[in-house]
């Protein structure tokens, strides 16, 4: 039992669906887990596990921000034997032709976090990626869906609120696609511990247009991310 998650051992399936926002995973699991039943309730991060077309998959809220998010998903990995993680997040364009409501699968994360340069002692730059298999699934089953799921670097910042306004166009000009803020610190853990990850992104607001969607369809009306991430973490 671990000291934030709290499951007892066999709660949590090997394939983990992970939004940030712990309603959402209450919602996901809700809407498309049979026999879903919450195992964990700790600082109200819920946690549900169920079947999805008869596999068992769980489904974990992480909380905003890398720090939060490396504490659920090395728990998942180093306690429960968690194979594979799929991030289901929403982030914020930085390209103009990338709009609300459009789908982005992580190909890569850049970062502004120190996390990774402590990590491997101040002297490199690690440059975490996703799983290939998992990201080659993921546009498969999207091409199957009619979706026109958009593949390429992300930004997972540290800072929501920042005072660089230059850096996102400057970013936009490199082909980083939109901003959040959990994935490189997903991708880097899951290497440590030879799981599999990928990040999906529903875009929910337009950093250079200035538009958002609103508060309760960030919650629960992400529909093509979630059933996409879910064909993907059971195929």
Same mark, same amino acid.
């Given at each position: 039992?671990?000291?934030?998650?709290?499951?007892?051992?066999?709660?949590?399936?090997?394939?983990?669906?992970?939004?940030?926002?712990?309603?959402?995973?209450?919602?996901?699991?809700?809407?498309?887990?049979?026999?879903?039943?919450?195992?964990?309730?700790?600082?109200?991060?819920?946690?549900?596990?169920?079947?999805?077309?008869?596999?068992?998959?769980?489904?974990?809220?992480?909380?905003?921000?890398?720090?939060?998010?490396?504490?659920?998903?090395? !728990?998942?990995?180093?306690?429960?034997? $968690?194979?594979?993680? #799929?991030?289901?997040?929403?982030?914020?364009?930085? &390209?103009? +032709? @990338?709009?609300?409501?459009?789908?982005?699968?992580?190909?890569?994360?850049?970062?502004?976090?120190?996390?990774?340069?402590?990590?491997?002692?101040?002297?490199?730059?690690?440059?975490?990626?996703?799983?290939?298999?998992?990201?080659?699934?993921?546009?498969?089953?999207?091409? !199957?869906?009619?979706?026109?799921?958009? $593949?390429?670097?992300? #930004?997972?910042?540290?800072?929501?609120?920042?005072? &660089?306004? +230059? @850096?996102?166009?400057?970013?936009?000009?490199?082909?980083?696609?939109?901003?959040?803020?959990?994935?490189?610190?997903?991708?880097?853990?899951?290497?440590?511990?030879?799981?599999?990850?990928?990040?999906?992104?529903?875009?929910?607001?337009?950093?250079?247009?200035?538009?958002?969607?609103?508060?309760?369809?960030?919650?629960?009306?992400?529909?093509?991310?979630?059933?996409?991430?879910?064909?993907?973490?059971?195929?």
């Amino acid at each position: 039992m671990s000291t934030h998650i709290g499951a007892k051992p066999g709660e949590i399936a090997e394939r983990v669906l992970m939004p940030g926002d712990p309603l959402r995973a209450k919602w996901i699991a809700e809407t498309y887990l049979e026999d879903a039943k919450c195992y964990s309730t700790v600082r109200n991060m819920f946690g549900f596990t169920g079947k999805y077309k008869g596999i068992d998959v769980s489904v974990q809220g992480s909380g905003m921000g890398m720090p939060s998010c490396s504490i659920y998903v090395h !728990e998942l990995l180093a306690e429960y034997g $968690v194979k594979t993680i #799929m991030r289901v997040g929403s982030a914020g364009s930085i &390209q103009e +032709d @990338l709009g609300l409501r459009d789908v982005v699968a992580a190909i890569g994360a850049t970062t502004d976090s120190a996390m990774n340069r402590q990590r491997f002692d101040n002297f490199v730059d690690y440059a975490p990626v996703a799983d290939f298999g998992l990201l080659r699934t993921a546009v498969d089953k999207a091409a !199957e869906r009619g979706l026109a799921l958009r $593949v390429g670097p992300v #930004m997972a910042a540290d800072a929501f609120y920042g005072d &660089q306004p +230059d @850096l996102y166009g400057k970013l936009a000009n490199y082909g980083v696609l939109c901003v959040e803020m959990e994935t490189a610190a997903l991708y880097t853990i899951a290497a440590r511990f030879k799981a599999k990850a990928l990040t999906l992104l529903t875009i929910s607001d337009h950093i250079l247009q200035g538009t958002a969607m609103p508060a309760e369809d960030r919650e629960r009306s992400f529909s093509q991310m979630a059933e996409l991430g879910l064909d993907t973490i059971i195929a």
